[in-house]
């Protein structure tokens, strides 16, 4: 009788951690209603892998087929002197941001696929740039990835700036994560950060770590494609893609490991598992990971009083299932997920514009603005 007891408590135990590690219960759902619409801002796209909003009002917009392109007054303008850009696979020209100062200093940082460096093939890139008359100029390369692959996947890469002007960016395992992710010594499968002139923070977690990579800040990601601050905390939150299941968000914090591939929620593409464990000491557990995919890239939350319905969400792109994501959380946990604008297209990225309105990178066509319906 005792041991029965012992083992219905156990298995009582049991339940309640399963019950609390399956955040993935949450089911998308559709909503009966929704009081907005979307309006095409700049037509004819490709893959518009990042946008940012200028002070005048126009739009940086990376195409990752390797062009740069301001959109003002309703015309399309090709930025001219770009670095080499190494185009392979999910690999490409990739996000873009303003310095906080942008408006005094001019700079602007993006990251991209770069055949520079040790090796073939290519790695990801960040360097910082000015325009001048429609072209780039003093261009600095702040970092750039080692060793170049041929492998086309998983190159990350977002960037965003905290409180304190540090510049953020991720760069996935590129393929390779059974070496990368949890080599500390080895680029791949990392957040970094770095000064906002590319030096490294005295205070980064392995500046002391014999031969470790002095700008990374966390370890164990796999292909982080969304980045953002909370609006509140000042905290990063990053979310990646997972295998077959297992996309994550992540709440970033200094010298953390995150646990890819060691840890997962996800099994092989193949249906195999490669893991048999989803949580281990020393590594972080994610805020909410997606079973089955659903393939994020970009996030943003929302702040701007012109979506009273949506406002604190956290919205999300789906390139697998090609809808918008949005995300209900109270105290760190998803309490509600909705599907948004579903057949669209393939959501890319998402932001919040300085007018307070929602944009919307899709591929295949454009840059959308997501209006109120009475509109």
């Known amino acids: 009788m005792k041991h029965f007891i012992c ?43 990042g946008m940012e909003f200028l002070p005048d009002g126009s739009i940086l917009i990376t195409e990752k087929t390797g062009t740069l392109i301001l959109f003002k007054n309703d015309k399309k303008t090709e930025i001219a002197g770009l670095p080499e850009i190494y185009v392979r696979g999910q690999g490409g020209f990739l996000d873009i941001k303003l310095h906080p100062n942008y408006k005094d200093n001019g700079w602007l940082y993006f990251t991209f696929a770069s055949p520079k460096g040790e090796g073939t093939g290519g790695n990801t890139a960040l360097m910082r740039a000015k325009i001048k008359n ?70 980064n977690p392995f500046v002391n770590t014999p031969n470790a990579k002095k700008a990374i800040f966390s370890y164990g990601h796999r292909n982080p494609q969304g980045m953002i601050l909370h609006p509140k905390t000042g905290k990063l939150w990053v979310h990646e893609h997972g295998p077959k299941g297992g996309d994550e968000i992540n709440i970033i914090e200094k010298g953390k490991n995150y646990g890819w591939p060691v840890i997962s929620y996800g099994i092989n593409y193949s249906g195999t598992p490669f893991t048999d464990i989803t949580k281990k000491e020393g590594m972080e557990q994610p805020l ?7 393939a994020p890239s970009g996030m943003t939350f929302i702040t701007s009083k012109k979506y009273p319905d949506w406002e604190k969400s956290l919205l999300v792109g789906s390139l697998k299932f090609e809808y918008l994501e949005r995300l209900i959380i109270k105290k760190n946990k998803v309490i509600k997920r909705e599907k948004l604008f579903e057949g669209l297209g393939r959501f890319r990225t998402v932001k919040q514009a300085p007018d307070g309105y929602l944009y919307a990178a899709i591929e295949g066509k454009g840059i959308v603005k997501i209006v109120p319906n009475s509109n």
């Not at 510049?167 to 992710?181: A, E, Q, W």
């Not at 909410?288 to 659903?294: A, E, H």
């Open 7 to 49: 083992s219905l408590i156990f298995s009582l135990v049991s339940y309640t951690i399963s019950a609390q590690q399956t955040p993935s219960k949450v089911i998308a759902k559709t909503p009966d209603k929704i009081n907005y619409k979307t309006e095409v801002v700049v037509p004819e796209l490709d893959i518009p892998w």
């Open 134 to 203: 429609d072209s780039l100029v003093e261009k600095q390369l702040l970092y750039k990835a080692g060793i170049n692959t041929k492998k086309g996947q998983h190159f990350g890469s977002r960037i965003e700036f905290d409180s304190d002007g540090y510049l953020y960016f991720s760069i996935g395992d590129r393929g390779n994560r059974d070496v990368n992710p949890q080599d500390i010594t080895r680029d791949c499968g990392k957040i970094y950060r770095l000064k906002d002139d590319g030096s490294i923070p005295q205070d």
């Open 288 to 294: 909410f990971y997606w079973v089955p995919s659903i």
